[in-house]
């Protein structure tokens, strides 16, 4: 099993709870939510749910943070990067897909 998603995922809560600069570790954080917005399409998912959640949590954090539009694409084409350089990262019983179909509900 590749843990990597979940320490991803235990970086977001530490950005979210503040014990890193806050601005710069919450920031990072969104790459994970860039990588569960991504992965649809990169692992070529089928039934994935309805993204609209997903997807209206990225904005409102992307307001929150001011995000440019510079840094959401840098930090786009990282996450895909990151999606695409391990295989198990897309495996269906790997630690991505749970946490697209939690973030998803």
């Given at each position: 099993?590749?843990?990597?998603?979940?320490?991803?995922?235990?970086a977001a809560l530490?950005?979210?709870?503040?014990?890193?600069?806050?601005?710069?570790?919450?920031?990072?954080?969104?790459?994970?939510?860039?990588?569960?917005?991504?992965?649809?399409?990169?692992?070529?998912?089928?039934?994935?749910?309805?993204?609209?959640?997903?997807?209206?949590?990225?904005?409102?954090?992307?307001?929150?943070?001011?995000?440019?539009?510079?840094?959401?694409?840098?930090?786009?084409?990282?996450?895909?990067?990151?999606?695409?350089?391990?295989p198990s990262n897309?495996?269906?019983?790997?630690?991505?897909?749970?946490?697209?179909?939690?973030?998803?509900?």
């Open positions: 099993m590749n843990i990597r998603p979940l320490a991803i995922a235990c530490v950005g979210a709870v503040g014990f890193a600069p806050a601005a710069n570790a919450q920031k990072e954080a969104m790459g994970m939510f860039y990588e569960l917005q991504l992965a649809p399409i990169v692992c070529q998912w089928r039934n994935t749910g309805d993204r609209g959640k997903l997807d209206a949590t990225i904005i409102a954090q992307e307001r929150a943070l001011g995000i440019s539009d510079a840094e959401r694409a840098d930090m786009m084409r990282k996450a895909e990067a990151d999606l695409r350089s391990d897309c495996a269906p019983d790997g630690m991505l897909r749970p946490m697209y179909d939690e973030a998803v509900k």
